[in-house]
């Protein structure tokens, strides 16, 4: 399953989609977040802390800015750009998936 949380600026998707990732998890799916907002805070109400997010952003614009290389697959950019939330969800924060495989998000 694949869901995406969209809207307006301000009308609780962060906080949407955290629950909805973590009531999930809680349930026994496998979750993998994906925060592709252009201030994204998801680490934040996913519960990986300040610290956390911070470096998830900081990958993020090292990419943007060509410092970093982009993941070859879907696999590699968790390894690479994910980490570990509350209730076993799995976090990342890119701003666009190039070249995806079949099935991917």
Not at 29 to 36: F, M, Q
Not at 68 to 79: N, S, T
Request: hydrophobic share 35%; charged share 25%; proline share 6%.
């Amino acid at each position: 399953m694949k869901l995406a949380v969209v809207g307006k600026g301000g009308s609780g998707k962060t906080t949407t989609a955290a629950v909805v990732a973590r009531t999930l998890a809680r349930h026994g799916t496998s979750v993998v977040a994906l925060d592709c907002d252009s201030n994204p805070n998801l680490g934040i109400s996913l519960g990986v802390g300040d610290d956390e997010t911070e470096r998830l952003i900081a990958m993020r614009q090292a990419l943007d800015e060509g410092e970093q290389e982009h993941a070859p697959g879907w696999d590699d950019l968790l390894d690479r750009f994910g980490t570990d939330a509350p209730d076993g969800v799995r976090l990342a924060v890119v701003t666009a998936i190039q070249n995806p495989e079949p099935g991917c998000p």
